[in-house]
């Protein structure tokens, strides 16, 4: 009986050790180097024609977590076929390489130390200038509304189409309408404190936004507006087009004579409020024949003067102009 037992316990000793020694003959074998994707001509894209060279490290790991983090704010490379820049159906995709240059002594670096930078880097401490990297973008983003980019005032104050736009990232801010007056905002802080102020276009609304006006690619010396800016104004304003029988000069001249589009303390986004504003022009001389019915009139002073322009409007109802038959010496000049 003691035999059985004792045979019958090296037998599971023995089909232990049978069992067990592939498992660790597995264990300890060697694993297989891992392929390097970035120096393999066979390695497979991920996201963009020719990628491999640089998806072979610029992988999942840097893809955003989810998390307010820095990473948040610098999305990973693999984000960027969430965009347009993405779409491998367009035969005019670029490709890492493309923008980035390609960036060899980066690719071939080795070791656990920080590789050299690529020959075209983006980031706020590049040393490439505004114009370098912008010409990245104009290889394929030229003609139409950026014809005249490179004399506009953006370019010549050295911004860079990535200081607006964030190429990697699935939303660029400054494309979405709802969002995109705060990346002008960023710059143009003047313009953010008079959007807020009573009288103001409907920007904080979500109505219009800064791009309803402004060709940010253009070169119009004039605010870069989109045409004239009495021609932009029009395109929502256009009541005040005419042409009419009686036209007031300075409406035909320019908007901004009168009004400061972006917002002011005062009714209709006037520069100030009236009477002053129209006696910036007119003074009680510009009533010959009426002195009798101007407060003025008894002592021909200018000290009235703010009182004799108080009822401007009172008559003059239709200051961009008009199509009265009346007399145009007298005040009914612009009334309907």
Not at 182 to 205: D, G, I, M, W, Y
Not at 251 to 275: S, Y
Request: glycine residues 8%.
């Amino acid at each position: 009986m003691q035999f059985a037992r004792h045979v019958l316990a090296f037998c599971a000793v023995i089909g232990t050790l049978a069992v067990a020694t592939p498992l660790l003959a597995a264990t300890d074998a060697p694993k297989p180097a891992k392929a390097n994707l970035a120096s393999d001509p066979n390695a497979k894209d991920l996201i963009l024609k020719g990628d491999a060279k640089c998806t072979g490290c610029h992988d999942e790991a840097d893809e955003p977590t989810g998390a307010a983090t820095m990473l948040e704010l610098n999305p990973g490379v693999l984000a960027i076929g969430k965009t347009k820049h993405g779409t491998k159906a367009d035969s005019r995709t670029p490709t890492c390489t493309d923008c980035h240059g390609e960036s060899e002594k980066h690719r071939a670096h080795k070791g656990s130390d920080k590789p050299p930078k690529v020959d075209l880097s983006f980031r706020k401490d590049t040393k490439a200038d505004a114009s370098t990297r912008n010409d990245a973008c104009l290889n394929c983003h030229k003609g139409g509304e950026r014809t005249g980019w490179k004399s506009g005032a953006h370019a010549l104050q050295d911004v860079a189409c990535t200081s607006c736009h964030d190429v990697h990232n699935r939303t660029d801010k400054v494309r979405v309408k709802a969002v995109q007056t705060e990346v002008c905002f960023t710059c143009h802080k003047e313009q953010r404190t008079q959007t807020n102020k009573p009288s103001h276009h409907p920007l904080a609304e979500g109505k219009m936004f800064c791009s309803s006006c402004h060709n940010v690619h253009g070169n119009n010396p004039k605010h870069l507006v989109k045409r004239s800016t009495n021609e932009t104004c029009y395109g929502c304003h256009m009541e005040k087009r005419g042409p009419f029988v009686h036209n007031h000069q300075p409406v035909a001249e320019d908007c901004g004579i009168c009004h400061q589009p972006h917002g002011t303390t005062n009714p209709a986004m006037l520069k100030t409020r009236v009477p002053f504003l129209c006696q910036d022009c007119h003074s009680h001389d510009s009533h010959p024949g009426q002195t009798a019915v101007l407060p003025t009139a008894a002592t021909n002073s200018t000290s009235l003067l703010g009182s004799v322009g108080r009822g401007c409007l009172n008559c003059h109802t239709n200051i961009h102009g008009g199509n009265s038959t009346v007399n145009s010496a007298t005040a009914g000049r612009f009334r309907r």
